[in-house]
């Protein structure tokens, strides 16, 4: 993590001639590991979400590399968040619940849910039968 930053620091420094100050600098890379906390959070929701998709489709290739990245994003997710638990940042477990509600809630409302096709498609047989 301190590699992109000391990039961004040089990037400053001899392009720009501005230096980050050290207080500064423990605030931008708090920021960068809360955004990347609430990314890997958000992306394992929408995995999750897929994972129960492909298996009610019985979707088994698309189910297995979905696993694959399920589980990446949650090792980032762990790595990042314990970081800063370890480091007494309470904070990061704030953004670990909001990065895992929204992940959800846009799974959830951007994918097609086929139980309700079903059950419309099962209504549509019983009133025409009527």
Request: no cysteine; aromatic share 20%.
């Amino acid at each position: 993590m301190s590699f992109s930053i000391t990039v961004v620091q040089v990037i400053l420094v001899h392009l720009v001639g501005v230096r980050i100050p050290e207080g500064q600098q423990n605030f931008l890379r708090n920021m960068w590991l809360y955004v990347l906390v609430f990314f890997f959070q958000v992306l394992f929701n929408i995995f999750k979400t897929m994972e129960i998709k492909y298996t009610y489709e019985n979707k088994v290739k698309q189910l297995v590399y979905n696993s694959v990245w399920i589980n990446l994003v949650s090792l980032g997710s762990v790595y990042f968040s314990l970081e800063r638990l370890f480091a007494k940042d309470w904070t990061v477990i704030i953004v670990y619940i909001s990065g895992s509600v929204f992940g959800k809630w846009w799974a959830m409302t951007h994918f097609i849910n086929y139980e309700n096709k079903f059950y419309e498609l099962f209504n549509k047989k019983n009133k025409t039968k009527k």
